[in-house]
């Protein structure tokens, strides 16, 4: 199959794999990913998703292209885990990275500025602009975790920053 136009050829999110739910309409598994570089060299910021057979483009109005950025699925409710998305910008096309979290609440179909919606949990006053991490949800102790990537002066990093939803602050660990 050909690849649809404006899909990324690098650089998007790690795919993230959702599946079947009959209850909430879908008949197939999906995965989605995020951002990334098209094969024109421009970024985008658009979420795709595939159900198999064909991909599917869901431009975004608030989310900045972007390449490189982390995503985790966070539980707010433990009736509907990993249904709360975070999402760490990564590189911006202007090689800058930001501290701004954004969410989502339908698979990346929509993305929103955390703090923006939910001042108390996107509140990441004292850390420094970072992007690029590896990310991972612990359900254990409701925590995020990003490490590595890189700094605003493009630096790499091996940082530790963690954070809990119920009041994210977060913080640098080492």
């Avoid at 024109?40 to 795709?48: A, H, I, R, V």
Wanted: aromatic share 12%; charged share 20%; proline share 5%.
């Amino acid at each position: 199959k050909i690849i649809p136009a404006g899909f990324p050829v690098r650089g998007f999110t790690r795919p993230i794999s959702v599946a079947y739910n009959p209850k909430k309409g879908s008949t197939t598994s999906r995965i989605y990913l995020s951002g990334g570089v098209m094969a024109d060299g421009e970024l985008t910021s658009s979420t795709w998703t595939c159900d198999g057979s064909q991909w599917a483009e869901f431009q975004q109005l608030s989310l900045p292209p972007m390449q490189r950025a982390s995503v985790v699925r966070y539980t707010l409710d433990i009736d509907a885990p990993d249904s709360f998305w975070i999402m760490q910008t990564g590189e911006m096309a202007d090689g800058k990275v930001s501290e701004i979290l954004y969410y989502s609440e339908n698979s990346g179909i929509t993305w929103k500025r955390l703090n923006k919606e939910h001042l108390k949990l996107g509140d990441t006053y004292n850390i420094k602009p970072f992007g690029c991490s590896s990310a991972f949800f612990n359900p254990k102790n409701y925590r995020i975790y990003f490490i590595g990537g890189k700094d605003a002066e493009g630096l790499q990093k091996s940082d530790i920053v963690t954070g809990a939803l119920l009041n994210l602050s977060m913080l640098k660990k080492r």
